[in-house]
């Protein structure tokens, strides 16, 4: 039995995820991410619960830096493959498969929790409600939770970007994206995202307050430099490369550019009152 949609798993099951970080827009996603969770890092050595944590791709670097890390996802071929790069590794993180609205810890456990697909694979907004919570519920007092979403203009302008914006399928799915954030791929265009949940930052924000959690930031992730034209050339040029990171510096804070970014970062801080 399935954990999630049989649509989302039979995606996840038939793609590449361990490699997609290496891949196209991958490399600049996965390096900003690692900056992003570095900045809400507790000093010392943290636990951390890497909810959808895919591959390990991201545990395998906490673990590195000698926090203890359990990886929880629904996807078997992904606890699999975590589960063979946490031997690799000198400090091995722990892998289990699970879901984000009954993580299989006891509360108050850690002291970071990552959320990394649960936002943005869960389309009822009761559902995300839910994980929110429960990642609250094995936070430790004053925990923070790091939550990964796909921005409600992702698609339209990557469609704009790589011209199919005027392909029937694809318009009508940027318009359904645009109007009410759920994403459907369309079957004429096999290998994208299975269904999702593609947030505006004010959703996302509203979100988290509807869990009693503090907002400490919210940050794009690749911001607007991806839409360089040239930029899998200018981001291999060291000047050119010193530039875009000049102008994601400058805007990965302003909440009107968000939509640029195919991903945003929500920090946030459990309350004492919540623990």
């Not at 359990?70 to 063979?84: F, N, R």
């Not at 429960?134 to 992702?154: M, N, Q, S």
């Not at 359904?176 to 959703?203: D, V």
Request: charged share 20%; proline share 4%; with cysteine.
């Amino acid at each position: 039995m399935n954990l999630i949609d049989s649509k989302i798993d039979s995606f996840y099951t038939q793609s590449s995820e361990d490699t997609r970080l290496k891949t196209g827009l991958g490399p600049l996603e996965f390096e900003r991410n690692k900056e992003l969770i570095s900045r809400y890092l507790p000093s010392g050595k943290a636990t951390i619960a890497d909810v959808g944590g895919g591959t390990g791709h991201y545990a395998a670097w906490l673990s590195g830096l000698g926090h203890k890390v359990m990886l929880i996802d629904p996807v078997s071929k992904h606890i699999q493959q975590a589960e063979k790069r946490a031997k690799k590794i000198k400090n091995a993180f722990d892998c289990q498969i699970g879901e984000a609205r009954n993580l299989p810890f006891a509360a108050q456990s850690f002291d970071l929790v990552i959320l990394h697909g649960p936002l943005y694979h869960l389309l009822e907004q009761s559902e995300r409600i839910a994980a929110i919570k429960e990642a609250c519920r094995v936070l430790k007092p004053r925990g923070i939770i790091l939550g990964f979403a796909i921005t409600h203009a992702a698609s339209t302008l990557a469609a704009f970007q790589n011209g199919f914006i005027h392909q029937p399928d694809i318009f009508k799915m940027c318009v359904e994206e645009l109007s009410s954030g759920e994403h459907h791929a369309p079957s004429s265009f096999p290998g994208i995202l299975a269904q999702a949940y593609f947030h505006k930052p004010s959703t996302l924000i509203n979100e988290f307050q509807l869990c009693g959690l503090s907002i400490l930031n919210l940050l794009a992730v690749e911001g607007m430099g991806w839409m360089d034209k040239s930029f899998f050339e200018s981001w291999s040029t060291p000047e050119k490369r010193k530039r875009l990171n000049e102008l994601l510096a400058l805007t990965e804070s302003d909440r009107d550019l968000l939509c640029f970014s195919p991903h945003m970062m929500i920090a946030a801080e459990v309350n004492d009152s919540l623990g």
